[in-house]
Structures are given as structure tokens and as C-alpha cells.
């Protein structure tokens, strides 16, 4: 029988080897490459996730905004409806002749809605015909002060100062004109309103 090649013996096991070497490396490679991917997914999770909790706290922001609005809202409308029963009743005290109730309802109306012109201008009229003038000018001038368009406030202007006396009436005249600048269709109803050609005769346009 003949002696083994050592020289095959030996190729045979640098090849084994050299396979063995390029198998771990490759592994290797592979494991490195599976820890990249997984940490750049890890990475991208993360990111996706931070955007998640941006959105979510504005959402969350966007929601309480909403229920403070919701609430400002429910608020407005109870005070709207408060401020229409006040002026209801109001309306009916002083066709009732009642006109110290109606002054008193329709202060409790304007604490519900102290911006509107037109409950501001029945409260003031209603103090002119309880002969308060004063007060009932310092009203139709704040209710001026809340719309200072609303034609017929400064028609009941006029007729609020011609019942002070003379010394009102350039004022009372300028009123007037002012209305009249606003709405020119008042000429026929100031002249058509037996009050105030009583009280405001000389003021007449």
C-alpha cells in the first residue's frame, strides 16, 4: 500500500480551512448586517413614533381649545337666552304701566348683554316716562356708545334733551341732524310721532 500524499493532506486542509474562514466570515457579515437593519428600523420606529406624540399633543391641545370654546359658547347662549327673557318681561311691565319694573327687568337684561343698543334705548325711554330725563339721557348716550350707527337712538336723544329745556336744544337739533344723516326716512316719522312734535316742536326738521 502506498504512503499518503501529505502534500493532498495538507491542500485538502488549507481548503477546509479557508472554507471554514469564508463561512464565518460570511456569518458574520450577516449578523452584522441583520444588527444594522434592525437598528435603523429601531431608529425609524423611534422617529415615527416622536412625530406620533407631536401630533398627539397638538390633538390633545386642539381638543381642550374645543372645550373651552364649546363651554364660552354654551355660556353666551344662556346669557342671549337670560337677556330675551329679561326684555320680554320687561316689554310686558311697561305696556302694563308697570314702569319702575320695567327699568329694574331691563337692567337685569343689559347685565346679560350690556353691548346691545336697542334694550339700552327701551330702558332709557322707559325712564323718560317716568320723568328720570337725566338718567334716561345717560342711558340712550350709552346705548349710543354701543352703536353709534343706530339712527333712532339719537331720535330719542332729541327728545330726551327738548325735555330739559332751552338749553338743550342745539344739542337736541344736533341729534336730530344726525339721524336724519343715518336714515333719511326718520324726517317722516319724527313729524308723524305726536310725542316728540310735542316735546321737540322747534327741533322739527
Given at each position: 500500500?502506498?504512503?499518503?500524499?501529505?502534500?493532498?493532506?495538507?491542500?485538502?486542509?488549507?481548503?477546509?480551512?479557508?472554507?471554514?474562514?469564508?463561512l464565518?466570515?460570511?456569518?458574520?457579515?450577516?449578523?452584522?448586517?441583520?444588527?444594522?437593519?434592525?437598528?435603523?428600523?429601531l431608529?425609524?420606529?423611534?422617529?415615527e413614533?416622536?412625530?406620533?406624540?407631536?401630533?398627539?399633543?397638538?390633538?390633545?391641545?386642539?381638543?381642550?381649545?374645543?372645550?373651552?370654546?364649546?363651554?364660552?359658547?354654551?355660556?353666551?347662549?344662556?346669557?342671549?337666552?337670560?337677556?330675551?327673557?329679561?326684555?320680554?318681561?320687561?316689554?310686558?311691565?311697561f305696556?302694563?304701566?308697570?314702569?319702575?319694573?320695567?327699568?329694574?327687568?331691563?337692567?337685569?337684561?343689559?347685565?346679560a348683554?350690556?353691548?346691545?343698543?336697542?334694550?339700552?334705548?327701551l330702558?332709557?325711554?322707559a325712564?323718560?316716562?317716568?320723568?328720570?330725563?337725566?338718567?334716561?339721557?345717560?342711558?340712550?348716550?350709552?346705548?349710543?356708545?354701543?352703536?353709534?350707527?343706530?339712527?333712532?337712538?339719537y331720535?330719542d336723544?332729541?327728545?330726551?334733551?327738548?325735555?330739559?329745556?332751552?338749553?338743550s336744544?342745539?344739542?337736541?337739533?344736533?341729534?336730530v341732524?344726525?339721524?336724519?344723516?343715518?336714515?333719511?326716512e326718520?324726517?317722516?316719522?319724527?313729524?308723524?310721532?305726536?310725542?316728540?312734535?310735542?316735546?321737540?316742536?322747534?327741533?322739527?326738521?
Amino acid at each position: 500500500m502506498d504512503a499518503p500524499d501529505n502534500d493532498s493532506w495538507e491542500d485538502t486542509l488549507g481548503k477546509a480551512s479557508r472554507r471554514a474562514a469564508t463561512l464565518s466570515l460570511a456569518g458574520f457579515l450577516l449578523v452584522v448586517g441583520a444588527m444594522v437593519y434592525a437598528y435603523t428600523s429601531l431608529r425609524r420606529l423611534e422617529q415615527e413614533s416622536a412625530k406620533l406624540e407631536v401630533k398627539n399633543a397638538r390633538l390633545r391641545v386642539e381638543l381642550a381649545n374645543g372645550a373651552r370654546q364649546r363651554d364660552s359658547l354654551l355660556g353666551t347662549v344662556s346669557q342671549m337666552r337670560g337677556a330675551l327673557d329679561a326684555t320680554r318681561s320687561a316689554i310686558n311691565a311697561f305696556h302694563a304701566g308697570r314702569l319702575e319694573d320695567a327699568v329694574r327687568l331691563y337692567g337685569d337684561a343689559i347685565k346679560a348683554d350690556p353691548e346691545n343698543p336697542y334694550v339700552r334705548n327701551l330702558q332709557a325711554y322707559a325712564l323718560f316716562r317716568l320723568g328720570r330725563i337725566p338718567e334716561a339721557i345717560t342711558a340712550q348716550r350709552r346705548a349710543l356708545a354701543a352703536d353709534s350707527l343706530y339712527a333712532w337712538g339719537y331720535v330719542d336723544l332729541a327728545r330726551f334733551l327738548c325735555a330739559t329745556g332751552s338749553d338743550s336744544l342745539p344739542a337736541a337739533r344736533a341729534a336730530v341732524e344726525r339721524a336724519i344723516a343715518l336714515q333719511p326716512e326718520l324726517t317722516q316719522k319724527m313729524r308723524g310721532d305726536g310725542e316728540f312734535r310735542r316735546v321737540c316742536r322747534a327741533q322739527l326738521p
